[in-house]
């Protein structure tokens, strides 16, 4: 068999791959000079632009429609259904999500490379990687590709988290991460060979037809032979891969190495983390759960509502215990966990529930970054980097104290940042409607509860106090102003994000 392959439709993942062994090139013939880290930067984030280009031509040349390569050959699959990568409205978004927030972290990853310790080189190699993984995820129509470029995301930020050489904390949190991935990998695993198992392929497309009975399972008259319950084996299969996503994105109850790992972790990483691979994550997962198993939503829906009622309630509550800044951070975004996965429980309208997931995700990934980069900041003279480090900083550095108390007020869904306040009501419109009346009061309360850490965090920005002026980067200085510029953008017009995020199917 002879796959056609559509170079247009892989350019972007295939554009920052090309630029990673670009970037490890030059590391290894340039000169070891102070204004290599900045030429090994620029070409990154040359190389981002480029992609981001290739997806914007894209949106521009489809109009609309979905394109696939790697597919079955037509004498095969005359429908021509049977494709490993799908570029649609929905790829499209994420990818665009991932290479913008991605354009934040690179920012910030010059001011941490500025320091020294951490090879240059490998780092931004390594960045790209993650990144190549990420924006071939949303794109993956078939299981193996969906695992492996997971993985792809998921690998090279174990090296990243560990290469503050001489750092005890970052390699803790590497170890802890690298066996918290393996555990959830190995439980995904088991569950996509049972679902393959019964169903006999890899594509998702396919997959759902034999689990709503449009097609015939080839491994039934298997099934049968053995005596197994068919329905039971696919119930298994269905919570094991949910479970491994669940690790993922840190929703309880797997969510323990979350603020360990944070903490431990160069910020840039940590940001990367709570944005790029915790998108990664829940692209994969509406994947499944949409294209792949929408026949079994009487099985997984109730978990997911149930993982997202725990996971917003225990985020919330631990972080109103944490007096680190990176922490408090971590166990935040544990409950902004909550609050994306609500909608997902929501089966029977499921173009509506991901619309919202996904502007939920969309609104939370500008905040945040905010936040991280205001914190990278403060992490130059804050050696501890604890909230009570941040008195006064609106009278230090009125920018970033302004700056991170509109995030924060973003991510409470307090005025003025309306941002926070939309994203909420997105998701607690649709859960509403469709009559899961007890997830939306657990949501409102969460709600209420998350409003005390962020506000007490904001009160101490403009409580006054002694202390030095953070002296930054350029680049720290650009990170917040592009994340803190477009929460204010979603702020005054959220109507951009649910052009974005609609679906019609």
Not at 294 to 313: D, E, K, N, S, Y
Not at 332 to 359: F, H
Request: glycine share 8%; proline share 5%; with cysteine.
């Amino acid at each position: 068999m002879i796959q056609q392959i559509d170079y247009f439709l892989i350019a972007p993942p295939l554009a920052l791959a090309l630029v990673a062994g670009l970037v490890l090139l030059l590391d290894a013939f340039l000169p070891a000079r102070p204004h290599t880290k900045t030429v090994l930067g620029a070409v990154t984030l040359a190389g981002m632009a480029i992609s981001l280009g290739f997806l914007v031509a894209q949106a521009a040349t489809q109009g609309g429609r979905p394109r696939s390569t790697f597919c079955v050959p037509p004498h095969l699959d005359p429908t021509r259904q049977l494709c490993s990568y799908v570029v649609d409205r929905f790829t499209l978004v994420f990818a665009g999500m991932v290479l913008v927030a991605a354009v934040v972290v690179v920012l910030m990853s010059m001011t941490e490379l500025a320091g020294g310790g951490i090879p240059v080189g490998e780092w931004y190699f390594l960045l790209l990687c993650t990144l190549v993984g990420a924006v071939t995820l949303p794109a993956s129509r078939d299981l193996i590709m969906l695992v492996v470029a997971l993985e792809l995301v998921s690998l090279p930020v174990f090296a990243l988290t560990a290469l503050k050489r001489y750092d005890g904390r970052s390699s803790e949190a590497a170890v802890k991460l690298f066996v918290v991935s393996v555990v959830s990998t190995a439980i995904m695993l088991f569950g996509v060979s049972l679902l393959y198992g019964i169903a006999g392929t890899v594509f998702l497309s396919r997959l759902a037809a034999v689990l709503s009975g449009q097609a015939p399972a080839p491994g039934l008259a298997l099934t049968a032979a053995t005596g197994q319950d068919l329905p039971a084996v696919v119930t298994v299969g269905v919570v094991l891969v949910v479970a491994g996503f669940a690790f993922k994105i840190a929703a309880v109850p797997f969510h323990a190495w979350a603020a360990d790992v944070y903490q431990g972790a160069p910020i840039p990483v940590a940001a990367l983390l709570s944005v790029i691979s915790k998108a990664a994550g829940f692209a994969g997962l509406i994947l499944i759960l949409v294209a792949a198993l929408a026949g079994q939503a009487a099985t997984w829906a109730p978990i997911v509502g149930i993982l997202a009622a725990l996971t917003m309630t225990v985020g919330n509550l631990l972080a109103m215990r944490q007096r680190s800044a990176v922490r408090l951070l971590a166990w935040s975004s544990v409950a902004q966990s909550g609050y994306i996965l609500a909608p997902l429980a929501v089966a029977g309208s499921m173009a509506a529930a991901v619309s919202a997931s996904m502007a939920y995700l969309i609104i939370y990934a500008a905040m945040n970054l905010g936040a991280f980069a205001v914190v990278m900041l403060v992490s130059r003279i804050a050696e501890r980097n604890e909230l009570d480090d941040y008195r006064g900083l609106a009278f230090r550095s009125p920018a970033a104290g302004i700056a991170l108390a509109f995030c924060l007020v973003c991510l409470a869904g307090l005025p003025p940042g309306l941002a926070g306040l939309f994203a909420k009501v997105f998701v607690f419109r649709e859960i509403v409607e469709a009559g899961w009346g007890w997830l939306a009061l657990v949501m409102a309360v969460n709600t209420v509860i998350g409003l005390y850490y962020y506000v007490v965090w904001t009160a101490r920005l403009f409580t006054p106090a002694a202390g030095t002026a953070p002296r930054p980067r350029p680049s720290t200085w650009i990170a917040i102003g592009l994340a803190t510029a477009v929460a204010v953008l979603f702020s005054i017009a959220p109507q951009l994000v649910l052009d974005m995020t609609s679906f019609s199917g």
